[in-house]
Every structure is written in structure tokens, then in C-alpha cells.
């Protein structure tokens, strides 16, 4: 059965190998090697998670298939100039073996939950160009693109 909790201080060793797995699936993706080195979570991936867990303002769950830890999201809360809240999905990762059971949509309602009750009024979240399953699945959860990141690359 599938389910999502909190994670804890205790989850961290295996939050830690999940985060590690998709930055290696998202690195030879179009675009995930400037992602890999501006946006995913640098090494020790540890650290930043350990603060997500302790940090008010962050959220970090695990999702699990009977018991067993399949997944994680980490969200938080960012206050705009205009005063508003605005909800930002920093990682969501389900192993590939345990995808399309409902335990990625599981995570997601989630975060928008307690996104929602952290008072936001908008949620963004991250997607590289191409990987239409990660698109589908956003699209699915009510997200559409709001900005496109344009990179020209310089050849050296």
C-alpha cells in the first residue's frame, strides 16, 4: 500500500541515495547538465536536505509503497515582493520501478496541502526540456509553464 509521511532525522540516508538518483537520471537530459550544476543540490546533498527537515519554512516527506521508502518532495515557502507566498517544489523523485502506482501523485497532494495551508498562492516547480513524463505529471497535478529559461550554449 501506498502512502506519504514527513520524513525524519532517520530517513535522511535513504532521502540522500533517492536525491542522488535523480540528479544522475536528469544529468544527460537536454539541459540537465547546467541543472545539475546551478539548481539540483550540491554535494554533500546531506546537508540541504538535513536543513529542509529542521527548517519551518520547508517540508520534506517520503513516500512509501508498504513501508518501504520509494520516493521523496521537498517544498517551501518563498515570500514575493508583492507580499504573496509562493510555494516551490524543490525535488520530487519516485524510483523508476515504483512510478505509476500513485505514489508520485501521493507526494503532490502533499505538498500542495501544506503548501496551501503555509498560505500560498501559487506553486512552481521544475521540469527539463523534453522529459514530457515529468511535464504530464505536473500537467496532471493542475501546473502549467509560466516561464521558459531560454541558455545559449558557448562552444569552447
Known amino acids: 500500500m501506498e502512502g506519504v509521511r514527513p520524513a525524519t532525522a532517520a530517513d535522511l540516508p535513504q532521502v540522500a541515495a533517492l536525491c542522488r538518483d535523480a540528479i544522475l537520471e536528469k544529468a544527460p537530459a537536454r539541459g540537465g547538465t547546467v541543472f545539475v550544476a546551478r539548481e539540483a543540490r550540491a554535494e554533500p546533498v546531506e546537508d540541504s536536505l538535513s536543513a529542509a527537515i529542521d527548517d519551518a519554512a520547508q517540508q520534506v516527506w517520503v513516500g512509501t509503497i508498504d513501508d518501504v521508502v520509494v520516493a521523496y518532495a521537498v517544498a517551501g515557502v518563498e515570500d514575493l515582493r508583492t507580499g504573496d507566498r509562493l510555494g516551490v517544489i524543490d525535488d520530487i523523485y519516485v524510483e523508476p520501478g515504483a512510478r505509476g502506482v500513485g505514489v508520485g501523485e501521493a507526494?503532490?497532494?502533499?505538498?500542495?496541502?501544506?503548501?496551501?495551508?503555509?498560505?500560498?498562492?501559487?506553486?512552481?516547480?521544475?521540469?527539463?526540456?523534453?522529459?514530457?513524463?515529468?511535464?504530464?505529471f505536473f500537467e496532471a497535478s493542475g501546473f502549467s509553464a509560466r516561464l521558459l529559461v531560454m541558455h545559449h550554449r558557448i562552444d569552447r
Open 107 to 136: 507526494l503532490m497532494g502533499a505538498a500542495l496541502e501544506w503548501l496551501t495551508d503555509n498560505g500560498c498562492t501559487g506553486v512552481d516547480a521544475h521540469a527539463l526540456p523534453g522529459d514530457r513524463a515529468t511535464k504530464n
